[in-house]
């Protein structure tokens, strides 16, 4: 049977010298994975519309016997080029798209976490500069998605750092302050905060979130470089 829907790439595996497996968020289906058979050809229709956060409208005949699915056509509709030329917002990207995966099973969508993902892409396509809090957003919004939202509001944090969250929940992803230090000590906190809830209840390695927190140029507190390496044993 062949389906059609509009997806972004989370992933892509070479499976062959010239077929890839790609790993979609679909608007319609959730997580798929399809066979891209002939993808690396010179002359194959699909060369150059297959990256990492390309956003396709594709048609793929589903396998009675596997999840394994067979791409049969593609439409790219947006490539998010900006954030291509900007190593640590690639990182992000990156970071968010395997998140994005961890959290949800094959074939079961879940309402809202598509147009998120897509948010967040194009908010970090178009920034000037990484900024941390755009990626907690995400990890706020997709914990709230699952039906996992933090109590925050009887948990212990800061006004200040209640204040973004309270923004999160009326859809601002961009809770910015003229106070750039502040701003980066109520990051460190929250990323403190909703670290713990994406272990407990997604399972998130601590080393992936590790590695995105090394690859921002964030202040940090004594105890935050004991929490790195602390990351780095338990990986």
């Not at 919004?141 to 309270?166: H, M, N, T």
Request: aromatic fraction near 8%; charged fraction near 25%; charge should be neutral.
């Amino acid at each position: 049977m062949i389906e059609e829907t509009q997806g972004i790439i989370l992933r892509t595996i070479r499976y062959s010298e010239s077929s890839l497996i790609v790993h979609w968020l679909t608007e319609d289906h959730g997580r798929i994975s399809t066979m891209v058979r002939g993808a690396l050809k010179p002359k194959s229709s699909f060369r150059g519309k297959l990256d990492l956060f390309y956003v396709c409208q594709l048609s793929f005949q589903r396998s009675t016997r596997s999840t394994l699915h067979n791409l049969r056509e593609i439409n790219l509709k947006e490539t998010f080029e900006r954030l291509r030329h900007d190593v640590e917002k690639i990182n992000q990207a990156s970071y968010v798209a395997q998140l994005t995966s961890k959290s949800i099973e094959e074939d079961t969508p879940v309402e809202g976490l598509f147009d998120l993902l897509i948010t967040f892409l194009s908010a970090l396509s178009q920034s000037q500069k990484t900024d941390l809090l755009l990626v907690l957003w995400f990890e706020f919004r997709l914990l709230q998605l699952l039906g996992l939202e933090p109590q925050w509001r009887q948990d212990r944090l800061s006004q200040s750092a209640k204040r973004v969250i309270e923004s999160w929940s009326s859809d601002d992803q961009t809770a910015q302050s003229n106070d750039v230090s502040a701003m980066a000590t109520i990051g460190l906190d929250l990323f403190r905060y909703l670290g713990r809830f994406m272990t407990y209840h997604l399972g998130l390695p601590p080393k992936l979130r590790g590695q995105l927190m090394d690859a921002l140029p964030l202040p940090r507190r004594p105890d935050q470089e004991a929490e790195k390496k602390r990351n780095r044993e338990q990986a």
